[in-house]
Protein backbone atom coordinates (compact mmCIF):
# COMPACT_ATOMS: atom_id res chain seq x y z
CA UNK A 1 0.00 0.00 0.00
CA UNK A 2 1.36 3.51 -0.73
CA UNK A 3 0.26 6.99 0.38
CA UNK A 4 0.32 9.81 -1.18
CA UNK A 5 -0.37 13.80 0.34
CA UNK A 6 0.09 16.54 -2.10
CA UNK A 7 0.80 20.22 -0.62
CA UNK A 8 1.98 23.12 -1.71
CA UNK A 9 -1.31 24.34 -3.58
CA UNK A 10 -2.54 27.81 -3.48
CA UNK A 11 -3.53 31.49 -5.18
CA UNK A 12 -0.88 33.08 -7.73
CA UNK A 13 -1.12 35.30 -9.99
CA UNK A 14 -1.06 35.28 -13.94
CA UNK A 15 3.35 34.36 -14.78
CA UNK A 16 3.94 33.46 -11.20
CA UNK A 17 5.17 30.06 -9.97
CA UNK A 18 4.50 27.97 -7.21
CA UNK A 19 6.04 24.58 -6.49
CA UNK A 20 3.75 21.41 -5.20
CA UNK A 21 4.97 18.28 -3.27
CA UNK A 22 4.05 14.75 -2.85
CA UNK A 23 4.98 13.16 -0.27
CA UNK A 24 4.98 8.89 -0.45
CA UNK A 25 4.83 6.05 2.08
CA UNK A 26 6.81 2.71 1.23
CA UNK A 27 10.53 1.76 0.58
CA UNK A 28 9.75 1.34 -2.90
CA UNK A 29 9.27 5.16 -3.90
CA UNK A 30 12.11 4.83 -6.46
CA UNK A 31 11.46 2.42 -8.53
CA UNK A 32 7.93 4.03 -9.41
CA UNK A 33 6.87 6.44 -12.36
CA UNK A 34 5.22 9.07 -10.57
CA UNK A 35 3.12 11.10 -12.66
CA UNK A 36 1.18 14.71 -12.09
CA UNK A 37 -2.58 14.62 -13.57
CA UNK A 38 -5.22 17.48 -13.08
CA UNK A 39 -8.69 18.30 -12.99
CA UNK A 40 -9.82 22.06 -14.61
CA UNK A 41 -13.47 22.76 -13.51
CA UNK A 42 -15.79 21.52 -15.58
CA UNK A 43 -13.20 19.26 -17.51
CA UNK A 44 -12.05 15.43 -17.17
CA UNK A 45 -9.14 14.97 -15.45
CA UNK A 46 -5.94 14.86 -17.69
CA UNK A 47 -2.31 14.27 -17.76
CA UNK A 48 0.56 16.73 -16.49
CA UNK A 49 3.74 14.79 -16.68
CA UNK A 50 5.29 11.67 -15.19
CA UNK A 51 9.06 10.81 -14.25
CA UNK A 52 10.42 7.42 -14.64
CA UNK A 53 13.04 5.41 -12.07
CA UNK A 54 15.25 6.76 -14.09
CA UNK A 55 14.67 10.02 -13.66
CA UNK A 56 13.37 10.40 -17.50
CA UNK A 57 10.65 12.95 -17.38
CA UNK A 58 7.95 13.23 -19.83
CA UNK A 59 5.21 16.17 -20.29
CA UNK A 60 1.93 17.31 -21.70
CA UNK A 61 2.03 20.06 -24.59
CA UNK A 62 0.10 22.17 -22.43
CA UNK A 63 2.46 22.29 -19.91
CA UNK A 64 5.88 21.62 -21.53
CA UNK A 65 8.82 23.72 -21.31
CA UNK A 66 6.61 25.40 -18.14
CA UNK A 67 6.25 23.01 -15.14
CA UNK A 68 8.98 20.14 -14.24
CA UNK A 69 9.06 17.29 -12.33
CA UNK A 70 11.69 16.32 -9.70
CA UNK A 71 11.86 13.18 -7.32
CA UNK A 72 13.66 12.82 -4.12
CA UNK A 73 13.77 9.44 -3.39
CA UNK A 74 15.84 9.97 -0.25
CA UNK A 75 12.86 11.84 0.91
CA UNK A 76 10.45 10.22 -0.63
CA UNK A 77 9.35 12.97 -2.35
CA UNK A 78 8.08 13.92 -5.43
CA UNK A 79 7.71 17.63 -6.72
CA UNK A 80 6.03 19.75 -9.77
CA UNK A 81 7.36 22.98 -10.58
CA UNK A 82 4.91 25.37 -12.29
CA UNK A 83 6.32 28.67 -13.77
CA UNK A 84 4.86 31.11 -16.46
CA UNK A 85 1.17 29.74 -14.77
CA UNK A 86 -1.91 30.72 -16.70
CA UNK A 87 -5.11 31.02 -15.46
CA UNK A 88 -6.16 27.56 -17.45
CA UNK A 89 -3.35 26.24 -15.05
CA UNK A 90 -6.37 26.35 -12.57
CA UNK A 91 -7.08 23.07 -11.25
CA UNK A 92 -7.07 20.22 -8.78
CA UNK A 93 -3.63 18.56 -8.99
CA UNK A 94 -2.84 15.04 -8.06
CA UNK A 95 -0.36 13.13 -7.74
CA UNK A 96 -0.22 8.93 -8.68
CA UNK A 97 1.98 6.30 -8.83
CA UNK A 98 2.51 3.74 -11.23
CA UNK A 99 4.21 1.07 -9.21
CA UNK A 100 5.04 -1.21 -12.41
CA UNK A 101 6.86 1.66 -14.00
CA UNK A 102 5.21 1.67 -17.30
CA UNK A 103 6.53 5.34 -18.03
CA UNK A 104 2.63 5.57 -19.49
CA UNK A 105 0.48 9.09 -19.41
CA UNK A 106 -2.78 6.92 -18.89
CA UNK A 107 -4.15 7.55 -15.80
CA UNK A 108 -5.26 3.48 -15.46
CA UNK A 109 -1.67 2.63 -15.05
CA UNK A 110 -1.73 4.44 -11.87
CA UNK A 111 -2.68 2.74 -8.90
CA UNK A 112 -2.28 5.07 -6.06
CA UNK A 113 -3.51 8.71 -6.04
CA UNK A 114 -3.00 11.50 -3.63
CA UNK A 115 -6.15 13.34 -2.44
CA UNK A 116 -5.41 16.70 -4.48
CA UNK A 117 -3.91 20.15 -4.42
CA UNK A 118 -6.15 22.93 -5.06
CA UNK A 119 -4.25 25.43 -7.65
CA UNK A 120 -5.73 28.63 -8.61
CA UNK A 121 -4.39 31.14 -10.77
CA UNK A 122 -5.96 34.51 -10.89
CA UNK A 123 -5.44 36.76 -14.51
Known amino acids: QVQLVESGGGLVQAGGSLRLSCAAS????????MGWFRRCPGKEREFVGF???????YYADSVKGRFSISRDNAKNTLYLQMNSMKPEDTAVYYC?????????????????WGQGTQVTVSS
Open 96 to 112: AADVSDSGSSLSRRYTY
Open 26 to 33: GRSFRTYT
Open 51 to 57: IRWSGST
